[in-house]
C-alpha cells in the first residue's frame, strides 16, 4: 500500500512539473506574440507622429521660408503605418500559416517605409518641390533648386528611416515565432491529451466542466 502511495505520489509531483514547465514555456511565448504585437503597433504609431512634423525648413531667395511636414515630403508613410495598425490587428486572430505571411508582409511594408525615408532624404529638394511651387508660382525642379538657398533638416526624418527598419526586424519575428504563439485550440488539446493519459486529471477535468470522454 505504502508503495502504492509513493508511486501515486511520484506520478503527481511528475505531473505538477510537466505543469509548471508548460506554463512557463507559455508564458515566455506569450511575451513574444506581446513583444512583436506591441513593437508593431508602437512603431505604426511613431510613423504616423513622424508625419505630421516638421522634416525641413528650407529657405528661398528673397528671403521666403518654406515649411516642410512629413506629409509634404513623404505622403505614403500615412498609408503604410495605417497598414501596419491593420496588420497587427490581423496577427492577433489568425491562424499559424496566416501569422506567418502576415509577418513577412508586415516587414515588406516596413522596407517602403525605409525606401520611403531613404528617397526623401537623398533628395530633399525634390520632395519639396510641389510645395515650392505653391509657394512661388514658380515650376519645373531645375528652377525650384535654383530658388533654394539654405536647408536645414530635423530628426523626425530620421526618425521615421528608423522605424521602418525595425518594422522590418519585428516582421521577421513575428513571423519565425508565429508558430508557437498560444491559441485557445492548442491549450484545449493539451489537456486532453493529459485527460486521457492520467486518470487523476479526469476528476480535475470535470470539475473544470471538461467531459473526458470527449476526443
Not at 47 to 53: D, G, I, K, P, S
Not at 136 to 149: A, Q
Not at 182 to 190: L, N, V
Request: hydrophobic share 45%; charged share 15%; with cysteine.
Amino acid at each position: 500500500a505504502s508503495g502504492g502511495s509513493e508511486q501515486g505520489g511520484s506520478t503527481v509531483e511528475g505531473r505538477c512539473c510537466c505543469e509548471c514547465d508548460d506554463e512557463v514555456e507559455l508564458m515566455n511565448w506569450r511575451r513574444s506574440r506581446a513583444i512583436a504585437l506591441g513593437g508593431l503597433f508602437l512603431l505604426a504609431a511613431l510613423v504616423m507622429l513622424t508625419w505630421t512634423q516638421r522634416w525641413f525648413m528650407i529657405t528661398l531667395q528673397d528671403e521666403v521660408t518654406v515649411e516642410v511636414l512629413g506629409s509634404d515630403a513623404a505622403g505614403s508613410l500615412a498609408a503604410l503605418a495605417l497598414s501596419i495598425f491593420a496588420l497587427v490587428a490581423a496577427l492577433s486572430i489568425a491562424s499559424v500559416l496566416v501569422r506567418r505571411v502576415l509577418g513577412v508582409v508586415a516587414a515588406a511594408v516596413g522596407a517602403g517605409i525605409v525606401a520611403v525615408s531613404q528617397s526623401t532624404l537623398s533628395d530633399p529638394v525634390r520632395a519639396s518641390s510641389e510645395l515650392i511651387t505653391q509657394s512661388t508660382g514658380i515650376g519645373g525642379i531645375d528652377s525650384v533648386r535654383g530658388l533654394v538657398v539654405t536647408l536645414e533638416g530635423t530628426p523626425w526624418s530620421y526618425t521615421a528611416l528608423i522605424a521602418g527598419a525595425l518594422v522590418v526586424v519585428f516582421g521577421g519575428f513575428a513571423s519565425v515565432s508565429a508558430h508557437r504563439w498560444p491559441t485557445a485550440t492548442k491549450k484545449y488539446e493539451r489537456s486532453a491529451v493529459v485527460v486521457a493519459d492520467d486518470p487523476a486529471s479526469q476528476w480535475d477535468a470535470q470539475s473544470r466542466g471538461i467531459d473526458p470522454t470527449e476526443r
